[in-house]
């Protein structure tokens, strides 16, 4: 079982920045694709932002790019998910996932990843 621990979340204003961290132990950790997904209160669980187990590539959601970078450290095995100018509609509580399956093709979609952390909560004010 792979386990996911999130941290970074908080409150921030509009326009700040915040980083969030996704840290796995597994030693197969260079073999998982990664992604962020975020739900807001009485909303369905949406795709952030995704990175292939390489690193090569990354994916996001038109809401987010070119605000929020995904990047990705082997060895201390952990994904990062940097956010700036950062709007209230972002509030929400942010999931870390991951899969051994390839991405390539679905990385928008929530049921291509086996593994998920608690999740962490980041809320922008206005």
């Known amino acids: 079982q792979v386990q996911l621990v999130e941290s970074g979340g908080g409150l921030v204003q509009a326009g700040g920045s915040l980083s969030l961290s996704c840290t796995s132990s597994?030693?197969?950790?260079?073999?998982?694709?990664m992604a962020w997904f975020r739900q807001a209160p009485g909303k369905e669980r949406e795709f952030v932002t995704a990175?292939?187990?390489?690193?090569?590539?990354?994916y996001y959601a038109d809401s987010v790019k070119g605000r929020f970078t995904i990047t990705r450290d082997f060895a201390k095995k952990t994904v990062y998910l940097q956010m700036n100018s950062l709007k209230p509609e972002d509030t929400a509580a942010y999931f870390c996932?991951?899969?051994?399956?390839?991405?390539?093709?679905?990385?928008?979609?929530?049921?291509?990843?086996?593994?998920w952390g608690q999740g962490t909560q980041v809320t922008v004010s206005s």
């Open positions: 996932a991951a899969t051994y399956r390839t991405i390539s093709t679905r990385y928008r979609e929530a049921s291509a990843y086996d593994y």
């Open positions: 597994e030693r197969t950790f260079g073999t998982l694709g």
């Open positions: 990175i292939s187990w390489s690193g090569g590539m990354t």
